[in-house]
């Protein structure tokens, strides 16, 4: 039976019929709801170091030689390899800087593309412009973080942009050769069935290539793991998060491949209860949830 599910395994495959491995580094940004220019403390769920893998304190060039030498010794035939830009916001710096950086990665050998994790609004036409030009001759996706396509939610977590400003970047990004991601978190306790459609139907009129769903976490060192020390309150269960992900992959476009669709914090990290189960061993359990009720990505996109 085919897979229910337009998965990035599957895009790789037969895009470069053989395994790609993304390389995260920590290009030593920041953001504007960190440094003051937009707000401080940053969104209320995020403490960077619980997914970082980079060490800022690195060249790019010295980051990505230790990640090549670390997958190689899993998988000794590698040969292609993308470079993640993922720690804070990574188009936040000057277009000349940014130049460079972007460069050091894509001259190493073997590195066939960049991934650029960042937010909406720390984009403008010079960057786009910069992008353009590598995506000529480089794998070249910007992965906007928007998490939720409510604007009560996002005023809730401080995240300082709106969903006007997630839809204004994916306009001036769009159509420029550039491939474009983004990254949902579902679960936020304030949410409602109500929100969940309203989120069906933004995310099918999205052009995008590229989608990283997450189910909320708690998470230690943040401001919502402070209030629920304080007060607590229900963080999603597995159960319920496969429901909410089946009805948004449902509407979601076929052609849109599917980078992630759990998170895996270290437990350490986790205020939350972690779910026991590995991202591939959700990710088969989701395959058969989809199954059972006879659902697939695209079923309800039209
Ligand atoms: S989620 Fe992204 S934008 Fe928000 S504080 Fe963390 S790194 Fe910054």
New binding site residues.
């Given amino acids: 039976m085919s897979s229910p599910l337009n998965l990035y395994s599957r895009y790789i495959k037969n895009t470069y019929g053989q395994r790609v491995q993304k390389i995260p580094i920590d290009g030593g940004f ?5 440094d003051g220019s937009k707000g401080y ?3 209320t ?4 170091d619980s997914f970082s893998m980079g060490v800022k304190e690195l060249s790019i060039q010295a980051q990505v030689n230790n990640g090549v030498e670390l997958y190689r010794r899993r998988f000794p035939e590698l040969k292609k390899f993308i470079v993640y830009f993922q ?3 990574n188009t936040y710096k000057d277009v000349k800087e940014l130049e460079r950086m972007y460069l050091e990665a894509l001259k190493i050998e073997g590195v066939i593309g960049i991934a650029i ?3 909406p609004d720390c984009i403008d036409k010079e960057k786009i412009t910069l992008l353009e030009n590598l995506a000529q001759n480089y794998e070249v996706t910007v992965e906007y ?1 928007v ?1 939720s396509l409510s604007d009560e939610t996002l005023r809730r ?4 942009h709106s969903v006007r400003d997630f839809e204004q970047a994916l306009d001036l990004t769009y159509g420029r050769g550039i491939k474009l991601c983004t990254h949902l978190i579902l679960g936020f306790p304030w949410e409602t069935e109500a929100d969940l459609q309203k989120t069906c139907q933004r995310i099918k009129k999205y052009p995008l290539d590229f989608i990283k769903i997450h189910q909320l976490q708690i998470i230690k060192g943040t401001i919502m793991g402070a209030e629920f020390e304080k007060n607590p309150f229900h963080v999603i269960e597995k159960e319920e998060y496969f429901k909410m992900l089946m009805e948004i992959i449902s509407h979601l476009d076929p052609k849109i491949v599917i980078q992630r669709l759990f998170s895996d914090y270290h437990r350490d990290y986790l205020i939350s209860e972690p779910w026991p189960q590995s991202l591939s061993q959700l990710t088969s359990e989701f395959i058969l949830f989809l199954q059972s009720f006879r659902s697939y990505q695209g079923k309800n996109f039209s």
């Fill in positions: 920041t953001c504007p709801n960190r403390g940053g969104c769920f995020c403490n960077n720690s804070y916001s994790g960042t937010r973080g998490e977590v401080n995240r300082g």
